[in-house]
Structures are given as structure tokens and as C-alpha cells.
């Protein structure tokens, strides 16, 4: 189970960083990603770590969130620097439980719950 948190409302030019914990064990062998949901918008894919290292951003995110995880491989973070009002949604932590794409939507198939980010002008 994953287990999100640091959500907020902010203003724009803000930063946030949301948590992704395991539920007190590791994470899988495989890909981590965060995912956004825009109001009346369908799910999308910020920014993705693969387990050799390798990531993905999406045009929107790059070069102002950064995704990451703890040494221990117990919580994963989205560093969001430079906020907008378009960054506005439901976000959510998500991981593979077995080999697949980094950029494969349909394989991460473990979810949180989601945690909300209001940016305000």
C-alpha cells in the first residue's frame, strides 16, 4: 500500500514536495512514477524512475520537479519548485510489481490514494 502526502494549497512560484511511503516496506524492483489529475483532465504522467536510474519528465514538470526515492527504497518524493496554477490537481504515487516500459501507463498497477495540490494566483 502506498500512502501519499504533502499536499497543500500555495501560492504560484511556490514549492511543495510530496511523500510516497511503502507502508513500512521496500519498493518493488521496478519503475516509480508520479501521476497528475487536472480537473475535467484525464491522468497524466509527471515524471518516472526506473530502477537503473533512468527518468522521465513530461514537458510540463521538466526542469522544476525533480522525482526521487530514499536510500532505503521505503518513501519516493516529487519535488515541485516554481508552481503554477496549471499544476493544479490530484496527485498520485504509483510502482510497477513487475518488469515493464518506464513509460508503460497501463503497467503500474499499485496506486495511493492521491493528495491534493491547490496552486493559486
Known amino acids: 500500500q502506498l500512502v501519499e502526502s504533502g499536499g497543500g494549497s500555495v501560492h504560484a512560484g511556490d514549492s511543495l514536495r510530496l511523500s510516497c511511503a511503502a507502508s513500512?516496506?521496500?519498493?518493488?524492483?521496478?519503475?516509480l512514477a508520479w501521476f497528475r489529475q487536472a480537473p475535467g483532465k484525464e491522468r497524466e504522467m509527471l515524471a518516472s524512475?526506473?530502477?537503473?536510474?533512468?527518468?522521465y519528465y513530461a514537458v510540463s514538470v521538466k526542469g522544476r520537479f525533480t522525482i526521487s526515492e530514499d536510500d532505503a527504497k521505503i518513501t519516493m518524493y516529487l519535488q515541485m519548485n516554481s508552481l503554477k496554477t496549471e499544476d493544479t490537481g490530484v496527485y498520485y504515487c504509483?510502482?510497477?510489481?513487475?518488469?515493464?516500459?518506464?513509460?508503460?501507463?497501463?503497467?503500474?498497477?499499485?496506486w495511493g490514494q492521491g493528495t491534493q495540490v491547490t496552486v493559486s494566483s
Open positions: 513500512g516496506r521496500t519498493f518493488s524492483n521496478y519503475a
Open positions: 524512475l526506473s530502477r537503473g536510474g533512468a527518468t
Open positions: 504509483a510502482v510497477q510489481t513487475s518488469p515493464s516500459g518506464l513509460l508503460n501507463f497501463d503497467a503500474y498497477d499499485n
